[in-house]
């Protein structure tokens, strides 16, 4: 009993101990954290705001405290702050121009990659410089990079130039070996969501409409990259046939892709010569992060709040959770509050909704769609289309007094699905599990995971989802000023580009978030206005006291290492967790 009382003990003073130790770590990180953000980033005069874009790039990136304290950073940039920076940079006269260097960079869209040149093409406008370097740039790099004043590749580099295919990845055979089948009811020819779980082609229907919309998508590339280099379309697209990736780095010269080749160390003698510096002289180099405390001299100040409420991810029902466990998801249960918020705020006088969502939950876009009629009749609401808003995406946006999108963003989709997991033969022939039932009614066993449906319940099923179809309809027509019968013969689940959805009258503008503020503030009929961004970041104390995110950091850690194939692993570790009934693009849409 002694020895008993002094494990006990010895237990005790150990966890003390350790709760001392991490409290004086933390204190100190807390410390630190404190004086680095009091601290005034003044911009040296002759200075280059240096852009090192690896990792991912997304709509936002949360400020993570957890993972700053335990040091489980994964690379991400956040357009909002790139746009920003990029913005500050053009009007502080300290800074020169700006360097590009390019490592494993990778965004959630072509729109984002848009948005990004967009602010640089902006910013050139101010007579100063871009100078982009890269080892090898991949298409949607090199696309970005093209806006640069100079271009420079390693000697030994690559550029991927072949053009842009978009891939599905079929997953019927993998559950049959499992003794799984998907059970489905859907509305629209053109509505493939389920085809990954039914098929192990592309229908004709989905061929016909993806084709379009890459080929949408490449020719705003094309158009962009060929006024950037004084290249013929012609001739960019004479390059992709030709598989010039293997190209020598001479030859990239040739083609008038790039202006030089050179090492790392060379281009510092590059930015120098722009910056007027002797070789014995330092870059005075900026950062985003640097940007990040520095005013904003195109930044709107007034006295009318234009709120940007910026929802991105998945469109889940709450805890219920999507196919993609992603961190950032659409949850219809916060969102819903948020705009009534929004709505009873005086100071706000109009909305700006960002939205970057392939859909999800039907249930989820319906509240949402509710929640922004409710908010259009306080004050005017704009829709930002990002990469994609489509599907229930599209859902949520219709409402809107005013649509805009980018001409690569995919959007469009108007249809919804049913799927059903049939694990029966999961449990009977390769778990050797048995049934019996008993039962009152007809229907009293609908749903049970001793059979599939039969066809009576999928002719139920179908009904029920035609009606689901034929209300998502209304709501687009209601909300662009069209019949039904208008809407239908653009909606089946067709996707378009904003491009092509601007001309079937989907969306009423191309352009970016800043056409959307400008709006919104046209809207509510006032010129005296300032910006606010939604959903407000969740302070530290509360990120500490919560849950810790070690799920999302594994899910992050995962992505990276399996690349194309996380999806795959996300939907069969998910596969139990999605709403029934699903209003959203197909789910692993890679376009290269």
Known sequence: MKDFFKQVAATFVGLLI???????????????MSLS??????????????????????????????????????????????????????????????????????????????????????????????????????????????VADKIYLNPQGQIDWRGISAQRL??????????????????????????????????????????????????????????????????????????????????????????????????????????????????????????ADEPDDEAYSGDDQIAIYYAYGDIVDGAAGGFFSQKQNIDAQTVCKDLEKLKDDEKVKAVVFRINSGGGSAYASEQIWHYIVELRKAKPVVVSMGGMAASGGYYVSAPANWIIAEPTTITGSIGIFGMFPDVSGLLKEKL????????????????????PFNAEEIAYLERYIDRGYKLFRHRVAEGRGMTDQQVEKIAQGHVFSGEDALKIKLVDQLGGLDAA????????KTKSIYTKSYPEP???????????????????????????????????????????????????????
């Open 18 to 32: 350790f709760s001392i130790i991490s409290s004086i770590f933390i204190f100190i990180g807390l410390i630190g």
């Open 37 to 146: 953000g009091s601290q005034s980033n003044t911009i040296k005069n002759n200075s280059v705001l240096v852009l090192n874009l690896s990792g991912s790039m997304n709509e936002r990136v949360e400020d993570d405290f957890q993972a700053k304290i335990t040091g489980q950073m994964t690379g991400q940039i956040g357009l909002d702050n790139l746009i920003s920076g990029i913005r500050k940079a053009k009007n502080n006269d300290n800074i020169k121009g700006i360097y590009m260097e390019f490592g494993a960079f990778t965004a959630d869209s072509y729109a984002s990659m848009q948005a990004a040149r967009n602010a640089l093409e902006d910013f050139k406008k101010s007579g100063k410089w871009i100078v982009a370097y890269g080892d090898i740039y991949t298409q949607s790099n090199y696309y970005l990079a093209s």
């Open 170 to 291: 079929f997953l019927k055979d993998l559950l049959a070996k499992f003794g799984v089948k998907m059970q489905v009811a859907k509305v629209g020819a053109y509505k493939s969501a389920t085809e990954q779980f039914t098929g192990d082609k592309m229908s004709e229907a989905d061929r016909e409409q993806t084709t379009a919309y890459i080929g949408s998508i490449w020719k705003n590339i094309l158009k962009e990259v060929s006024k950037a280099r004084n290249l013929s379309t012609g001739k960019l697209n004479e390059y992709a046939d030709s598989l010039i990736t293997f190209a020598a780095a001479e030859d990239y010269l040739k083609m008038k892709l790039i202006d030089g080749t050179l090492y790392t160390d060379q281009i510092k003698n590059e930015i120098k010569k722009r910056l007027e510096l002797k070789d014995s002289e330092d870059i005075n180099q900026v950062s985003l992060a640097d940007m």
């Open 432 to 451: 050797g599990v048995k049934f019996d039932e008993v039962g009152t009614n007809a229907n009293s066993g609908f749903g049970t995971l001793s059979r």
């Open 517 to 524: 503020v400008k709006k919104a503030a046209s809207l509510a």
């Open 538 to 592: 969740v302070n530290w104390l509360d990120q500490l006291l919560g849950e810790v995110q070690n799920e999302s950091y594994l899910d992050d850690k995962l992505r990276a290492e399996f690349g194309t194939y996380y999806e795959a692993f996300s939907i069969l570790k998910t596969i139990n967790k999605q709403s029934a009934i699903q209003a959203r693009l197909p789910y692993m849409l890679k376009i290269n």
